[in-house]
């Protein structure tokens, strides 16, 4: 079951993530969870790397534990609900 999650991007994270997007021909936000999957799932990067990645945008690491908190509360919506 997949878990639904509302992220705020800076303003040059955004416009690079449409441009990636835009290559691919895919909606931004489906390429954003494609990317987010391979992450977490240790395909495009390791958990040390995925950690420092994280560190160097400003905000995204503890936006990142925000989301995994709100998931271990329950405070999600299931894909399949909506």
């Known amino acids: 079951m997949g878990r639904r999650l509302s992220l705020e ?5 955004a416009a690079e993530l449409d441009r ?5 021909d895919a909606p931004p936000e489906h390429y954003a ?15 040390e790397a995925a950690t420092e990645l ?5 905000g ?6 925000e989301g995994s908190a709100q998931v271990r509360r ?8 909506i």
């Open 9 to 13: 991007l800076e303003d040059d994270a």
């Open 20 to 24: 990636l997007a835009a290559a691919d």
């Open 33 to 47: 969870a494609s990317l987010l999957t391979q992450l977490f799932r240790g395909r495009a990067l390791g958990s």
């Open 54 to 58: 994280l560190r160097g945008m400003p």
């Open 60 to 65: 995204a690491l503890d936006a990142a534990r």
């Open 74 to 81: 329950g405070e999600v919506t299931p894909l399949d609900s």
